[in-house]
């Protein structure tokens, strides 16, 4: 009896039209293995032949059925097997992490969309396993969720004894990655995303703001009020948020999370101490205070020198803040609700109080880092602005 048919897969580079094969000159060329396009300096090569090989690997021993699983889930079809006809793999980017292919997939007379997070590096495979936990964990615990369903992991050979791992994920459509640049109109620093047929496309002003109140939300939304757990590690710089713009419309998404973890990572309080309501309301505003310093930060294009985003920022992400911390439930040490609670204790912290915290949390960026200096220079104007945010919040 013969063996069910194995799908066409097909390969190419970022939404490119030249297919990608083995005569192909770019086959055999190294892949760059950081947002620089340059080798790792752990001395780590692999070939772009090697990771379309990988990939094709890991889609033919078990990947395909992940593949089939997960379309039954999302149509919502009888439980019965799932012919895929056609793969395109498309490599969208180098990152310091992952190397991430989009697959378009022909299957049931549709095409359907997935995301497959590939790891070739040391760095890469140590937290691919970690990411995927995280990812699967805070799905399963939050609803809704803005945070891309994960459908299994493996890993397939490489040259030689290596080993490259990937987890397949949701595809969101019609989402892009966004950066500050200089190359507005205007010659100022503005959010473009990166359409990839219109090239950058510059967000408004409203638009921009939108975008930061909506990260902010999500960031503070994931964020656990007693345990003080929150996503660890994302960086605007790393395109670590998306977005889709549809006229007035705009959606933001976070695509990774590398690290949940207490926001105290050295200290473990007790049961009673950790439903302190001060130390609930202390920890939730040095929590704040370092969504509204890394929120600021980027890298031009996403590639170039770390920059610091203006001051427009900053009411935004208060109050996308504020309205993460409405959608938490009751915490029953509070006497009142998370949102109404913190404007209280807001309202008792003087701006000392505000400057001496901003000052403690902008002293975990290493000092030999861009972000490091950054903050020396604009931390004074940062903490004023927000003071001035935080007293209309007060007020109002």
């Excluded at 395909?64 to 799932?82: D, M, N, T, Y």
Aim: positive net charge; aromatic residues 12%; glycine residues 6%.
């Amino acid at each position: 009896m013969p063996g069910k048919p194995k799908p066409q897969v097909a390969y190419f580079i970022s939404h490119g039209t030249v297919r990608v094969n083995p005569h192909s000159p770019i086959w055999q060329q190294q892949l760059p293995l950081n947002r620089h396009l340059a080798a790792a300096k752990d001395g780590l090569s692999i070939c772009y032949g090697e990771y379309f090989s990988a990939v094709r690997a890991f889609l033919e021993n078990g990947g395909c059925e992940l593949i089939g699983r997960a379309i039954r889930e999302g149509i919502g079809s009888q439980p019965k097997p799932v012919q895929i006809r056609n793969i395109r793999v498309n490599l969208e980017k180098h990152g310091e992490f992952y190397h991430p292919a989009h697959l378009e997939v022909l299957a049931q007379h549709q095409r359907f969309s997935f995301v497959l997070n590939v790891a070739v590096s040391e760095t890469g495979i140590r937290h691919i396993r970690e990411e995927y936990f995280y990812l699967a964990k805070l799905n399963n615990e939050f609803k809704p969720s803005f945070l891309p369903r994960v459908y299994g992991i493996g890993e397939a050979a490489g040259a030689g004894s290596r080993r490259i791992s990937m987890f397949l994920g949701q595809w969101f459509e019609g989402f892009h990655e966004f950066h500050l640049t200089r190359n507005a109109p205007d010659g100022k620093n503005r959010i473009a995303f990166w359409h990839p047929w219109k090239r950058r496309l510059f967000l408004s002003f409203e638009q921009a703001c939108e975008l930061y109140r909506q990260a902010a939300r999500i960031l503070t939304y994931y964020y656990n009020i007693e345990t003080f757990a929150h996503i660890y590690g994302w960086h605007h710089a790393a395109g670590d948020f998306i977005v889709r713009v549809d006229k007035a419309d705009l959606d933001v998404r976070l695509i990774t999370v590398r690290r949940y973890i207490p926001l105290f990572s050295n200290r473990e309080p007790s049961e009673s101490a950790s439903r302190s309501p001060e130390l609930i309301l202390q920890a939730l505003l040095i929590f704040f205070l370092n969504l509204s310093i890394r929120m600021r930060l980027d890298r031009l294009d996403g590639v170039g020198n770390m920059v610091w985003a203006d001051s427009s920022s900053v009411g935004p992400t208060l109050a996308g803040f504020i309205e993460g911390l409405d959608l938490k439930p009751p915490v029953r040490s509070l006497p009142d609700t998370v949102g109404r609670s913190f404007r209280y204790y807001l309202s008792v912290c003087s701006r000392q109080d505000l400057y001496d915290l901003a000052y403690a949390v902008a002293e975990v960026f290493k000092p030999d880092t861009a972000e490091h200096h950054l903050l020396v220079q604009h931390i004074d104007e940062h903490v004023e602005t927000l003071n001035g945010a935080l007293q209309q919040l007060i007020l109002t």
